[in-house]
């Protein structure tokens, strides 16, 4: 790749940062060039994006509709499925797919709650909610 | 988490006021430069070297520590895609460049995030700057959509600033253009929360001495000459020699991606196929590979060492790096608009996604004449001159 064919797309990818690339200058010696992006990057990002995005508002709608606990929606957040927040606070998988049922999600203490709660980055009383709208991407 | 990243203005010191988004400031911290790198291990392991007197570039420090690589594992499952990658296991740059440069190196992992974040202040305290493996998920300054739970990016840690829940630690991202503050907080979950494989568990690293490269002219030329031949070498085993019992392993492992491909539309459907051809070109280009899957920087490294070696013939095998990472890039091109999918005629995506497993063919082609020649050039062991 040549200097000049670096590209310097913008897209929301890089949020106005830069990233380096390697290329050949016209003495034909590498060197670093910083860019803003490339569409294809930009592209590719935006598919997995879109999955996750998909992802957290299924979630979301499953916890608003009491298909499954506020828990389920806060694991799509940070993009967590069960095995890992089992993983993450040192239960079992049944354990943690058993707390995301409404009806028993609902019986736990705010001790049982705190696990969840540190592994997810938010207050327990924030846990137990479901917000007006997804937090996506 | 209500504190946002800000990027730290070239005048900011102490507790002075920070600007959020300030592109410049390689001396925010005093008798520190940061490097701007295509790679994170790369870029950490070559800034730690260079501040500390030990002049190396990023290329020379990937390709001394044999970075490049290529495998594609269909039955590897990372974030429900199926495990590709371009370089070698996390921790082999810096391990690699360090022993062959005659560095020496400490490297600790920790069972308890207390002990981890006590060792790191104490670390700091001591004046030394600190690498780190972490989860890049839960660093705040990274653009949210390149957020995902993988857990072998690497940092260097300047110092740690203030006390109590309000410190930060000043971090030097070499795969961002300026330095960040992260909250204490988010860097003990970067280091300490991690689900998948590559388990950072609090991975902290630095360099304890260095020989002398620095001072002394001759050794340093005889080292390198040492240690390009053995990176090289490993590279062009690596990429070359892995039985056919492997098919996942360096060039044979491009075809064997090649192969799965061409399968996954009537494996998966078309939208799980997107979505994996997708998470390919995000490996390969978005998460910091200096372009084309670490080739070009490859390429780089190959052309600086020929030239301080007077060894023409290995700095010619640059051309031919550079050429097969053009290839990639086609590649990317091509793969990045079926992943889209939707701006091509209809019946038009069938048809392109035929393509890919010739591009990857000819790629895997352009490979293999390559490292073989490149492990000719290195047999070839011409004699150091001067």
């Not at chain 2, 790369?42 to 690589?69: D, K, R, W, Y």
């Not at chain 2, 330095?179 to 950072?200: I, K, M, N, Q, W």
């Not at chain 2, 005629?345 to 591009?359: H, R, T």
Request: hydrophobic share 45%; glycine share 10%; charged share 20%.
């Amino acid at each position: 790749m040549k200097i000049q064919d670096v590209p310097q797309d913008p897209g929301a990818c890089l949020a106005g940062h830069e990233k380096l690339n390697y290329a050949v200058g016209a003495d034909g010696q590498y060197v670093g060039v910083p860019t803003i992006g490339w569409e294809v990057e930009t592209t590719v990002t935006q598919v997995s994006t879109a999955i996750t995005v998909a992802q957290i508002t299924r979630a979301w709608e499953d916890a608003r509709a009491g298909r499954t606990s506020p828990l389920g929606y806060h694991m799509a957040v940070v993009q967590m499925d069960a095995g890992q927040l089992a993983n993450e606070t040192n239960k079992w998988g049944w354990q943690v797919r058993r707390h995301l049922k409404p009806a028993v999600f609902a019986g736990l203490s705010d001790e049982a709650l705190a696990p969840y709660a540190d592994a997810l980055n938010i207050p327990v009383a924030k846990l137990r909610l479901v917000p007006d709208a997804p937090d996506t991407p | 988490m209500s504190s946002e990243p800000t990027a730290l203005s070239p005048g900011a010191s102490g507790s002075g006021p920070v600007q959020v988004g300030t592109a410049l400031s390689i001396d925010a911290v005093s008798g520190f430069r940061h490097l701007h790198a295509g790679h994170c291990e790369s870029g950490v392991t070559a800034s730690m070297f260079q501040n500390a007197g030990f002049a190396i570039t990023e290329p020379m420090v990937f390709g001394i520590g044999s970075g490049l690589f290529f495998s594609h594992f269909s039955f590897v499952r990372v974030m429900g895609h199926p495990l590709t990658t371009f370089r070698s296991f996390p921790g082999r740059i810096f391990k690699n460049a360090c022993s062959r440069l005659g560095v020496t190196y400490a490297r600790e992992t920790f069972r308890s995030p207390e002990k981890g974040m006590a060792r790191l202040d104490a670390l700091l305290a001591e004046g030394k700057r600190v690498g780190l493996q972490v989860n890049i998920y839960w660093l705040p300054y990274i653009p949210r959509p390149m957020r995902v739970h993988f857990n072998g990016h690497n940092l260097l840690v300047l110092e740690r600033r203030g006390s109590g829940p309000d410190a930060v630690y000043i971090v030097s991202d070499p795969v961002m253009e300026c330095l960040f503050e992260c909250p204490v907080d988010a860097l003990r979950r970067a280091r300490f929360s991690g689900t998948h494989a590559l388990l950072p568990r609090g991975l902290l690293y630095y360099p304890t001495g260095f020989r002398a490269q620095a001072v002394d002219p001759a050794v340093a030329q005889a080292d390198l000459r040492a240690a390009v031949d053995k990176s090289v070498k490993e590279v062009c085993h690596h990429m070359l020699k892995f039985p056919a019992v492997l098919p996942w392993l360096g060039v044979r492992g491009i075809r064997h991606l090649g192969r799965e491909i061409a399968a996954w539309p009537t494996r998966l459907g078309n939208d799980k196929a997107r979505e994996w051809l997708a998470g390919v070109v995000r490996m390969q280009e978005e998460i910091g590979t200096g372009g084309a899957g670490f080739r070009f920087i490859y390429a780089a490294y190959l052309q600086q060492a020929g030239t301080q070696l007077s060894w023409p013939e290995l700095a010619a095998m640059s051309a031919p790096t550079t050429a097969a990472g053009d290839k990639w890039r086609v590649f990317a091109l091509h793969a990045s608009r079926l992943a889209r999918g939707k701006r091509g005629k209809s019946g038009e995506d069938a048809g392109d996604w035929s393509a890919l497993q010739p591009m990857l063919e000819d790629v895997a082609d352009a490979e293999l004449a390559l490292f073989r020649d490149l492990e000719a050039v290195r047999a070839a062991r011409p004699r150091l001159v001067g």
